[in-house]
């Protein structure tokens, strides 16, 4: 049971996971600054771990495996991509940006997927 219900938080926190590492990588991208009242080093921690977890939190033939799968491997695109960007001298991150053919879920996009999601269905064999 402690299984199902660590699933059903995974479930959960996908999608806002995936709000919270879409504005990291506009961020990243120089599309829009987050907000000042919210550390980057610290979400960036945050995340990672939940990733990490998304890594053992189901199991194949689990409701949420493929859930668990698609995020976890999205997720860690993106935070590699975050954290992977060296600036050439006389470059800014955006430059560096739109010179790359960088798509984190080709051909998925992150925030269609989520927003697309139902996540009704995920979680309704889940029902106690």
């Given at each position: 049971m402690a299984r199902k219900l660590q699933g059903c938080a995974a479930e959960a926190h996908v999608e806002v996971s995936g709000a919270l590492i879409t504005a990291l990588q506009n961020q990243a991208r120089g599309v829009q600054p987050l907000p000042p009242t919210v550390s980057q080093s610290e979400l960036i921690r945050k995340l990672s771990v939940f990733v990490s977890d998304l890594e053992?939190?189901?199991?194949?033939?689990?409701?949420?495996?493929?859930?668990?799968k698609r995020a976890h491997k999205a997720f860690s695109d993106?935070?590699?991509?975050?954290?992977?960007?060296?600036?050439?001298?006389?470059?800014?991150?955006?430059?560096?940006?739109?010179?790359?053919?960088?798509?984190?879920l080709a051909p998925m996009n992150i925030t269609d997927w989520i927003e697309n999601m139902d996540w009704a269905a995920t979680t309704d064999q889940w029902a106690f």
């Open positions: 053992w939190v189901a199991r194949p033939g689990d409701g949420n495996y493929d859930l668990c993106i935070l590699d991509e975050v954290l992977d960007v060296r600036p050439l001298q006389g470059s800014s991150n955006v430059e560096l940006f739109e010179d790359r053919e960088f798509d984190a």
